[in-house]
Structures are given as C-alpha cells and as structure tokens.
C-alpha cells in the first residue's frame, strides 16, 4: 500500500527523552516516507537551534528539517501550527499515568489527543527498538479499514512477534438476564457464543478488506468500548496500540463521565498511535 501519513510534524522539547523520541522520528519517516516540521513552543535562541539541528543530524532522515518557534499555550499553538502546515501526523510524547489534577485540566499531550484534526503518534517509552507486539482496536465501517492497513504497513516493516486485531461487544441485556434466571452457566454460554460469532465477523472484514501479507491474531473482548482493548493492551504487554477516533467532539460530560476514547487518554497502556480523518 502507499504511505499513509505524507507530512509529519514532531513536537520536541528539551526533556530527557528528546533523544530517543527523535530516534522514533526518524525510524517512522524512514518508515511511511514522508517529510517532517520541527514544532518547538518556546523563544528562539541561536543556541536552542543549534542545539535542535545537532540532535537531528544524528539521525539519517533529521538531517535537515525546518524549525517552527511556537508560543502561548502549547496544546493550541501545536494543534493550530499543525492544522496551518497540512500535516496528517503529529509525533511526540507523553507521561503515561495523568494525576488527578491533571486529569481535569488535561495535560498538553492529551489536550492535542483530545482536540486535533490530525493523527498523533504518542510515545511513553520512545526507547523501544521496534514494535515487538501490536494491538489493533476495529469495527466494522470505512475508517477501520485505514487502520488495519496501518497496522499492516507496521507490522510488514517491524515483523513483530504478535499482531492483534480486537474488537469491543457488549451485551446490556445480559445483566439482566443474568439476574432474572439465576443460571450464570446459561449466561456465560451466550456470551462465549456471542463472542465466537464476533470473532467471525471480524475475521470476515479483515478478508473483505484485503489485509495480508503478515500473521494476525483475533480477539472479542466483552466489555465497555476502549476500556476493554485498554485493559487487554496492558495484559499483553503491548509496545504499541493503534486507536481510531470516533468523528464526536469530546465534551464536558464526556471528561466527567468517561468517554470510550478517555479511557485510553487518561492511563495510556502503551505507545499510542490515534488515528483522526485521512485527508
């Protein structure tokens, strides 16, 4: 398949990371084959520049980006600079636990996952060599189908040692019917049916969608949407979980009241790549 991001930008900071998360820089346009934009939000300095260009010339596809000096808020300035320059994937990284206050107040990395237009490659451990094991959340409509692409366009050039493609399924009438019948045997049957016809399904679009050409593994998950792929992500100790954002500006009630997608922002499980609209 063609590239799927063309124009990257990479938010950099002077933190102790900032080498390694220009190492996943440079590996990921090595990798899709696009151009990158430096995004720095602070004063420009002839010694912060210099300092930026030596950093990128150690890796072979840094050798020469260009350097846009940002100010005021980060998260806006990042989100409006990036929608400014066209780009289709913003890199850059993140703590993995947010504290409570934080939670509340969103943090800059989860304030660009909540509100940008573009796709965002977010790094916890930007120490990683390459994507040992990849967690793919799917449905079953279009925007899907861009993911599990990606996730085959990785997997081809990291050669992981699993793959996985999950899906959420919930079934609220269960609840009740657990009660009502007393029999958690009956209950647990239809549910192991339910998610084996999942499980098909999902088998199904993967075929109809034409993704091959590296070994997967499918996995029904009963549970609340994200929450469950979250919690699976971590169980298997994934380095790299591949997220699609559904089209629903996040609101208050959403923050308060957890949204699927928060459920992934406010504990990351691991590197994350969140996919927005394809341009």
Same mark, same amino acid.
């Given at each position: ?17 900032? +080498? @390694? ?8 346009? &090595? ?5 990158? $934009?430096? /995004?720095?939000? #602070?004063e ?12 990128c ?25 990036? +929608? @400014?320059d066209?780009?289709d994937?913003?890199?850059?990284? &993140?703590?993995?636990k947010?504290?409570? $206050?934080? /939670?509340?107040? #969103? ?45 085959g ?16 399924v ?11 019948s ?31 050409g ?25 380095d ?19 949204h ?20």
């Amino acid at each position: 398949m063609s590239s799927p991001f063309k124009k990257a930008a990479l938010a950099f900071t002077f933190s102790p990371s900032r +080498e @390694k998360l220009l190492l996943q820089a440079s590996r990921l346009v &090595a990798m899709f084959g696009c151009e990158i $934009i430096i /995004y720095h939000v #602070g004063e420009k300095s002839a010694d912060k520049e210099e300092q930026i260009n030596t950093l990128c010339r150690k890796n072979d596809a840094l050798k020469s980006p260009g350097i846009r000096w940002l100010s005021g808020d980060p998260a806006k300035a990042i989100i409006k600079q990036g +929608e @400014k320059d066209g780009i289709d994937l913003l890199i850059m990284g &993140a703590l993995e636990k947010e504290s409570a $206050i934080k /939670y509340l107040m #969103g943090s800059v990395a989860r304030d660009i996952l909540r509100h940008s237009r573009f796709s965002v490659f977010c790094f916890t451990d930007p120490g990683v060599a390459r994507f040992d094991k990849i967690v793919t959340a799917i449905d079953y409509v279009s925007q899907y189908e861009r993911a599990a692409r990606i996730t085959g366009f990785i997997a081809v050039h990291d050669n992981p040692s699993e793959t996985y493609f999950v899906k959420d399924v919930y079934i609220p009438a269960l609840s009740s019917l657990a009660f009502d019948s007393g029999s958690s045997d009956e209950v647990e049957k239809i549910r192991s049916s339910y998610l084996a016809d999942e499980e098909q399904k999902l088998s199904l679009f993967l075929k109809e969608s034409n993704i091959r050409g590296f070994d997967y593994k499918i996995k029904a998950l009963y549970g609340r949407e994200a929450y469950e792929t979250q919690r699976f992500t971590m169980e298997t100790e994934a380095d790299l979980l591949i997220f699609t954002l559904h089209e629903k500006k996040l609101t208050l009630l959403d923050r308060i009241f957890t949204h699927d997608a928060e459920f992934i922002f406010e504990d990351l499980p691991s590197n994350l790549l969140l996919l927005k609209n394809s341009k």
